[in-house]
């Protein structure tokens, strides 16, 4: 049973900001929200995750709404390289809960 | 700093054989996790070491596949007797004890 879920593809001009929703109305008080991506033939790599502030790194922002039911990643100037699925992920940040469940994913294409 | 690495990067079986594929994590590194990915999804979990320990093997699809990591370092995921349904990209991925799950190119499993 999927806890997220989010649109299947998305467009976003280089340059612009690329905002990527995902619904979790299920989410639990103790659970996370993670983003990962996954560039073509490579490996998921890690963007982000919270657990109800916005937070904010090098790669992406991460806005949690305050009823956590939801959440969006935002990319603040799109490049191509950032062509790839992403993947939201809810789950208890702790030594014992330690499988990431994937879904389909987002993929989204950046175009010049 | 060196990442996860996986071998091979490809491998074609016939059916009926048997492969190893292996996983060198980021040094360090407590948890180790193999996930499987067939074309179009997202990976899928098959099972999860702490060091040498495998607490949890849910995910191994069949009793043909096996998955050790025995001095608590290298993973080794073996299957045997291989089928076209076991084409996927193998996925590994390490992280220390509470933090996010790193993952390596992954190895793709073509049977023919």
């Known amino acids: 049973d999927a806890k997220t879920t989010q649109p299947p593809s998305m467009d976003c001009a280089e340059g612009r900001a690329a905002n990527l929703p995902c619904n979790h109305s299920t989410i639990s008080g103790n659970e996370y929200v993670y983003w990962y991506r996954q560039i073509h033939s490579q490996g998921p790599q890690y963007i982000i995750h919270g657990l109800k502030n916005n937070e904010t790194n090098e790669m992406a922002s991460l806005i949690i709404t305050e009823d956590r039911k939801s959440s969006t990643l935002i990319l603040p100037h799109a490049t191509l390289r950032d062509t790839a699925v992403y993947y939201c992920?809810?789950?208890?940040?702790?030594?014992?809960?330690?499988?990431?469940?994937f879904g389909a994913g987002t993929t989204v294409t950046v175009r010049a | 700093g060196a990442g996860v690495s996986q071998s091979p990067r490809y491998k074609v079986a016939k059916r009926g054989q048997d492969v190893a594929l292996r996983c060198d994590p980021i040094s360090g590194h407590v948890s180790l996790f193999w996930y499987q990915q067939a074309l179009g999804q997202g990976p899928e979990f098959l099972t999860y070491f702490q060091n040498e320990a495998q607490l949890d093997k849910s995910g191994l699809p069949s009793d043909r596949f096996f998955a050790e990591r025995p001095e608590g370092s290298v993973s080794t995921l073996k299957i045997q007797r291989t089928q076209q349904e076991d084409s996927a990209v193998y996925l590994c991925?390490?992280?220390?004890?509470?933090?996010?799950?790193?993952f390596g190119p992954g190895t793709r499993l073509t049977v023919t």
């Open positions: 992920i809810v789950r208890v940040a702790g030594y014992n809960d330690y499988k990431l469940s």
């Open positions: 991925a390490s992280s220390s004890a509470v933090g996010e799950q790193y």
